[in-house]
């Protein structure tokens, strides 16, 4: 009687733990959509900010975040799945391995903002890139490459000893048998993996104020050049401004990346799909 | 269902030794490999493998120790004995799979055509195709039928026909009538019998002197493991196969030599006796031989 008691308080417990989540969510959400969706239009999209808040819009910014969220994705894949291969399939179970893993995992959790100031001294600074989109996208890479890295190696580990000795057993090489059998194998989770990070750069703020993104930007940002904004910046200038009608710009605003997130996230679900179509273990 | 049937009459047969003196019949035959294949004495076909005084150590444990043993062409060789005696880690050896394996190392010689695998300057890479490998789970890649077989002829940069050589390695293979129409299907999507002839003409399609099968059957069903069987005495035209089993049925009907291993007090294994397998099962000269193939231990 006692054990079926704890038993249905546990999972009342559980239950109660997510309700408050999906209601935390949706009353965010319904608070965004509400007051944003009033200002979302074709308009909204295809113009800049303004003081004016009828005719103002997000169209430097989205295409600010579009341009960072590429070049991120073009620089993290390669050298977060190069990085990942050499952990997981190059180096041995040594303890400098385990120390450098170890390091990687704690790097997913340092504040985004420390990549800011790391990314102002190295790229706008001593790289001189100054403040651009490429020293937005490389510190956003830097930002997001631990999540990669992780999230490959985890997908690398995952596959079966049985498929690298099948590729073996037919006379490949080491490389062959990493190209051809383990990162095939991996593909799904790899993706996965970099296109949730991509997600979680096109909605950073921190380190890009330090990098020098402008909160008033009515030209189309460069990717070598001049300056830029995103979105997360945009809501911010919007959201800290008194004037109520700029909170349900910001709000639109929001709508966007949600959008653009949940975008990101369906992506992943289909390559993901797409990838392990043959893969059965 | 009659094939069935008649397998598990088999399966359930008295022992070996007994069922030797029935001949043909629903029960074990003995060397029935040799009836079908017409295989050649060893010393008129040659020697493929050879193993000079091979030991092999994990770390400082020695797990083989000082085998001798020949492999004769296109001849099937069982390589039988209880669990933990080294049977796998011998098989590995031949073609250096084992080197995969942190703190693995052999000691002797092992000599494929003569040439000593384990000497200076040889690439485990380039003898790992001469010498396939067939593994206890079938473990096809998760990629179509058709890129299964033709993924060996590609890193190894074959130039031919693709589809005319997966199609002929399927058909060698017992398997093209079942998945001709299902090659751009998953390889992981075919029944188990037919992932592991899937990797037997993955394994054929590098064209290998010597293919080794480490308990090829043993996660299969009866019935799958009859048509194994039946591929190994049709392969060995053309191959030498050499395989591990526990399934001393299986050597008895499949293979033409038999080589038993035991483990010695120090838990190293090593070779007891080595003969042909109708002498090993009815006539063993070693009273262990005896003691394993009757079933008395092992």
């Known amino acids: 009687m006692r054990r079926r008691l704890s038993g249905t308080l546990f999972y009342g417990a559980c239950l109660a733990a997510i309700g408050l989540l999906l209601l935390t969510l949706i009353l965010l959400l319904w608070d965004v959509f509400s007051q944003g969706l009033p200002w979302l239009d074709t308009g909204f999209l295809t113009r800049g900010p303004s003081r004016k808040v009828e005719i103002a819009g997000i169209f430097p910014a989205l295409i600010g975040s579009f341009e960072i969220s590429i070049l991120v994705g073009i620089m993290a894949f390669p050298t977060g799945v190069a990085a990942a291969v050499y952990l997981a399939e190059y180096t041995g179970s040594s303890r400098l391995t385990s120390i450098l893993r170890t390091n990687i995992s704690n790097l997913s959790g340092v504040p985004s903002v420390i990549y800011g100031i790391l990314g102002l001294a190295l790229f706008v600074r001593i790289a001189g890139f100054g403040f651009t989109v490429i020293s937005a996208a490389l510190t956003l890479t830097l930002l997001i490459l631990p999540v990669v890295i992780i999230a490959s190696i985890e997908a690398i580990k995952a596959v079966p000893d049985a498929q690298r000795e099948g590729a073996y057993a037919l006379g490949a090489s080491r490389w062959q048998m990493v190209r051809q059998a383990v990162l095939p194998a991996a593909a799904p989770g790899i993706m996965t993996g970099i296109i949730l990070a991509m997600a979680r750069a096109i909605g950073e703020t921190a380190p890009l104020i330090l990098v020098g993104a402008f909160t008033f930007v009515t030209f189309i940002p460069q990717p070598f050049s001049g300056g830029y904004t995103v979105l997360p910046i945009q809501v911010y200038d919007w959201a800290t401004r008194p004037q109520a009608d700029f909170h349900g710009l910001a709000a639109a605003a929001i709508v966007v990346i949600l959008v653009l997130m949940l975008a990101l996230n369906a992506l992943a679900l289909v390559v993901r799909a797409r990838l392990s179509r043959h893969i059965q273990w | ?298």
């Open chain 2, 1 to 298: 269902m009659v094939e069935e049937n008649s397998l598990n009459t088999q399966l359930s047969e008295a022992p070996v030794h007994e069922s030797s003196t029935r001949g043909a019949g629903p029960s074990i035959r003995i060397s029935a490999a040799s009836e079908r294949g017409a295989t050649q004495p060893a010393a008129e076909t040659g020697t493929v493998v050879e193993l000079k005084d091979v030991s092999c150590f994990y770390g400082s444990f020695r797990a083989v120790r000082n085998v001798d043993i020949k492999v004769a062409r296109q001849r099937i060789t069982a390589l039988i004995g209880p669990s933990g005696c080294g049977k796998s880690t011998l098989l590995r050896t031949m073609n250096r799979m084992n080197d995969l394996v942190p703190s693995y190392r052999a000691e002797g010689t092992v000599l494929l055509d003569g040439q000593d695998l384990f000497a200076r300057g040889v690439d485990p890479v380039a003898i790992r195709r001469r010498v396939g490998m067939v593994f206890q789970k079938p473990n096809p890649f998760p990629k179509t039928v058709w890129e299964n077989v033709a993924f060996g002829p590609k890193i190894n940069g074959y130039k031919g026909d693709l589809d005319e050589l997966v199609e002929r390695s399927l058909r060698r293979a017992a398997l093209w009538d079942d998945v001709k129409d299902k090659l751009q299907q998953s390889g992981m999507a075919l029944s188990g019998g037919q992932q592991q002839r899937l990797c037997i003409a993955r394994t054929i399609a590098v064209d290998p002197e010597v293919i080794l099968m480490d308990e090829p059957c043993s996660a299969l069903d009866p019935r799958s493991t009859l048509q194994i069987e039946e591929l190994m005495a049709e392969l060995k035209k053309d191959y030498t196969i050499v395989i591990v089993t526990h399934n001393m049925q299986q050597a008895a009907r499949a293979s033409d030599t038999t080589i038993f291993m035991t483990m010695g007090e120090d838990r190293a294994g090593y070779v007891v006796e080595e003969g042909e397998t109708v002498e090993i099962f009815t006539n063993p000269r070693n009273q262990l031989t005896e003691d394993y193939v009757s079933g008395r231990f092992g």
